[in-house]
Nanobody, 125 residues
Framework: QVQLVESGGGLVQAGGSLRLSCAAS????????VAWFRQAAGKEREFVAYVDRSGTNTNYADSVKGRFTISRDDAKNTVYLQMNSLKPEETAVYYC??????????????????WGQGTQVTVSS
């Protein structure tokens, strides 16, 4: 059983930056691929970023490419999402999700069996 806990959300002005963390309580964290999703009020959950088990392969939604960076530190059982140049429309609850061994379909919520409780990110204009 994997427990994921997100942190780092908050209120930031447009153009600002935040770094989200996703801490996992599992001894074999290196066997899990991890993704970030977000869900704005009244909208469906959407894929943001992905990192594979090794940390060498990443993938991003087109809307965040060049501004967001996902990384992992397996020694700390933590995945990070560095978010720069934030926009008001990116206000949402951000969730991290994990799947053991990974999957071919990395941008679908159904792929991931483990989810955190989410952290609120609010970007003011």
């Amino acid at each position: 059983q994997v427990q994921l806990v997100e942190s780092g959300g908050g209120l930031v002005q447009a153009g600002g930056s935040l770094r989200l963390s996703c801490a996992a309580s599992v001894g074999t964290f290196s066997t899990y691929a991890v993704a970030w999703f977000r869900q704005a009020a009244g909208k469906e959950r959407e894929f943001v970023a992905y990192v594979d088990r090794s940390g060498t392969n990443t993938n991003y939604a087109d809307s965040v490419k060049g501004r967001f960076t996902i990384s992992r530190d397996d020694a700390k059982n933590t995945v990070y999402l560095q978010m720069n140049s934030l926009k008001p429309e990116e206000t949402a609850v951000y969730y991290c999700a994990a799947v053991q061994w990974g999957s071919a379909v990395i941008n679908a919520a159904r792929t991931y069996g483990y989810w955190g409780q989410g952290t609120q990110v609010t970007v003011s204009s």
